[in-house]
């Protein structure tokens, strides 16, 4: 019977996926079972079947030359990992943004979060506009805009008065922070991380959006969220209070500006 | 038979080109076809990609060709996509599917040994059954999606898929053991 059920996992997961509760059985059952089946002759035989039909369209030349630059990074990367851990930024800004799909294994989201993390060292606005310009152009021109409130937290690093808020259109996936009333951070013991909770992504990994300072001359900063990953529905954005660089995922202890969605 | 994949594993820059040569077009179009936008392919793409110059190393040439380990690779991605993406509105693309490709004598040549043994295995299907595992396989449909859009029961279309793979998997694996003979 076990065997049975297995290649039925097996011929599922090959066809349409598996859910949790059943990549957990069959996980058990290849446990229990080891070299009964090769876990993957199906998921060949589909792609088999996909390699009969598939007709071959052409990359479109932006996007491949994007994806060979990316690999020509990550391969430079894995040649010399200690000139890479050099090189690992102490910008002012950053943005460092992470894909946590789950069938991507760790090693992989550890290396595309350095990547990424050296890809969006925060530069300034572009062609010398300021982050609020943008934001309020982002404000009157997107049909779909959104505009959520911070609200403050009981952690240390949000003050009483802590405002602002986050503003996004999910068509452009753009969209701006503006914070004022977090305490002024030193970077080398600490950062301030924002999030996006997508309620079309599993909650325990929101997407990242960014490590930032809250210096200690200015009142209020504004920023632009660099979502790497796609944001589909945003239900709840959180500011934490995280270590230098930020983190892949957070364990939460410091929340300091949480930002809920009515519905 | 290509080692482009291996070649990524041992850090050659210039295999970088090389297998996008060899394998973007194959992933760009399973990705369009997974995908509603082309803003979401897109995304894919750079993912899948990303995942075969870290992961290139897995590749084991034993299971099967490169080409059908990234078919795979991006196949994990899409369908990983799909089922997060339960509520897309998606319609069945039910008088547009592709031809038998064993027809097409002019790709019967540019197409690698398992694509051949895979179309020969689905030739000696009833039509009904070569339409759910395309559905299925090449679209992403899940077996109760199809058996909505068909109007055929759940298990049949269970059963079609189940002994549609179990049917290549078969042709597959006897075309090993002929190649290695």
């Not at chain 1, 930020?246 to 519905?263: E, F, H, K, T, Y």
Request: charged share 25%.
């Amino acid at each position: 019977m076990s065997m049975r059920r297995l290649e039925e996992l097996l011929i599922l997961r090959a066809s349409q996926g598996l859910s949790l509760a059943q990549q957990r059985e069959l996980d058990e059952l290849l446990r229990d079972a080891p070299g009964e089946f090769d876990a993957q002759e199906y998921e060949y035989a589909a792609a088999a079947v996909e390699m009969a039909f598939n007709e071959g369209q052409e990359l479109p030349p932006s996007l491949r030359r994007k994806i060979a630059a990316q690999g020509q990074r990550v391969l430079a990367q894995k040649q010399e990992p200690a000139r890479a851990a050099e090189a690992s930024p102490q910008p002012q800004e950053v943005s460092s943004w992470v894909t946590w799909g789950g069938w991507l294994a760790a090693a992989v989201v550890l290396l595309a979060f350095l990547l990424l993390f050296q890809d969006q060292i925060f530069e300034g606005s572009p062609q010398g506009r300021d982050w609020a310009e943008l934001r309020q152009e982002l404000l009157d021109e997107a049909g779909d805009v959104i505009l959520v409130p911070w609200s403050a937290t009981e952690d240390e690093a949000s003050l009483p008065e802590a405002s602002g808020d986050v503003v996004w259109s999910n068509s452009r996936q753009e969209g701006y922070i503006r914070i004022s009333g977090l305490r002024p951070n030193d970077p080398s013991r600490s950062q301030y991380q924002f999030w996006i909770f997508d309620q079309l992504r599993d909650q325990r990994f929101p997407v990242s959006g960014g490590v930032f300072d809250m210096p200690a001359q200015q009142d209020e900063i504004i920023l632009p969220i660099r979502n790497w990953l796609r944001v589909y529905q945003p239900g709840m954005f959180a500011v934490t209070v995280e270590q230098p660089g930020g983190v892949m995922v957070s364990d939460r202890s410091r929340i300091a500006l949480l930002a809920q969605r009515q519905p | 038979m290509s080692d482009v994949l291996q070649q990524i594993a041992n850090g050659k820059a210039s295999a970088v080109e090389d297998c996008l040569d060899l394998y973007g077009g194959l992933v760009w179009s399973i990705a369009r076809r997974f995908s509603s936008t082309a803003a979401q392919a897109e995304e894919a793409v750079q993912e899948i990609f990303l995942h075969l110059w870290q992961q290139a190393s897995r590749f084991d040439p034993g299971k099967g060709s490169e080409k059908a380990f990234v078919a795979m690779v991006a196949r994990r991605r899409m369908i990983d996509e799909l089922r997060r993406l339960e509520n897309r509105p998606r319609e069945l693309p039910l008088e547009n599917l592709p031809e038998n490709p064993t027809s097409r004598a002019d790709q019967r040549l540019e197409r690698s040994l398992e694509a051949q043994l895979a179309s020969r295995a689905l030739d000696g299907l009833k039509p009904d059954q070569r339409r759910a595992i395309i559905l299925s396989v090449c679209y992403g449909y899940t077996h109760a999606e199809i058996s909505e859009a068909t109007s055929t029961p759940l298990g049949t279309v269970k059963s079609y898929i189940s002994r549609g793979l179990k049917k290549v998997r078969e042709c597959l694996l006897e075309g090993k053991g002929a190649a290695s003979r």
